[in-house]
């Protein structure tokens, strides 16, 4: 909206008690929060006996307090409590991106990354140049996969920077990505010409790139433990 809130609505009687409530329903539902409770203020300036007032001011509070919950389970890596909390909130905000978002973002630590595709997807039609949720794509593609997605969660960072330049998350997990594919090319690479060593090294520097990545860690150390097998270091190997 291209004006401030809580102050009426242009377009709106100053006196439409209704029209006042409707506009703070929709706001709670986009998550527009502190804008909704400047519209209800309004409405009980001008109805001080409005009950819904009261009621809409307890779905803001509840939302509220599920978002702060959840913020703070995720910060302490709680992924499946702060999850819960996020969809408690959505519950009351269903047409809440910046919630929405972030309910990926634990549903991706929860390790649901099927889910997070699906949820990313149903915000892109909706908002196609979103960058956190193209971000957030990506991210899922890449922890999904043992390398076959790298390039393809390399191309949905590259669409979220064209959305936003400045999204930091979105460079820095594209340079990972970049440094972790080359480093695995070149082991592979090695590895074909009869470098043994050199793969090994290769191998060893890429596992170190992304340590909780289990799916790749398991095939760089497949890869390793062949290149060490051909060195016949076979206690290293196992």
């Known amino acids: 909206f291209p004006f401030s809130f809580p102050f009426p609505f242009p377009f709106l009687s100053p006196s439409s008690t209704q029209g006042y409530l409707r506009c703070a329903r929709c706001l709670i539902a986009m998550g527009q929060l502190t804008p909704a409770k400047g ?94 949720a193209m971000f957030l794509r990506g991210k899922a593609l890449y922890l999904s996969g043992s390398g076959d997605n790298i390039d393809k969660a390399i191309d949905h960072f590259k669409q979220a920077l064209q959305f936003d330049p400045d999204l930091s998350d979105a460079m820095k997990m594209a340079k990972k990505l970049r440094r972790l594919a080359n480093l695995k090319k070149e082991g592979n690479e090695a590895f074909k010409m009869g470098k043994m060593q050199e793969a090994r090294e290769k191998y060893t520097e890429a596992l170190a790139v992304d340590p909780s990545h289990k799916l790749m860690c398991s095939t760089l150390c497949c890869n390793r433990a062949a290149a060490l097998t051909k060195l016949k270091l076979l206690s290293e190997a196992i």
Do not use: W
């Open 39 to 132: 519209q209800l203020a309004h409405v009980k300036r001008l109805d001080p006996s409005n009950g819904d007032v009261a009621k809409e001011l307890a779905s803001v509070a509840s939302a509220e307090r599920e978002m702060e919950l959840g913020r703070g389970y995720f910060a302490n890596e709680d992924f499946r409590t702060a999850r819960i909390s996020f969809r408690r909130a959505l519950l009351l905000c269903p047409q809440a991106i910046d919630i929405q978002l972030l309910q990926i973002e634990v549903v991706i630590g929860c390790g649901d990354f099927g889910e997070a595709l699906n949820l990313t997807s149903a915000i892109l039609r909706r908002e196609a140049q979103s960058a956190r």
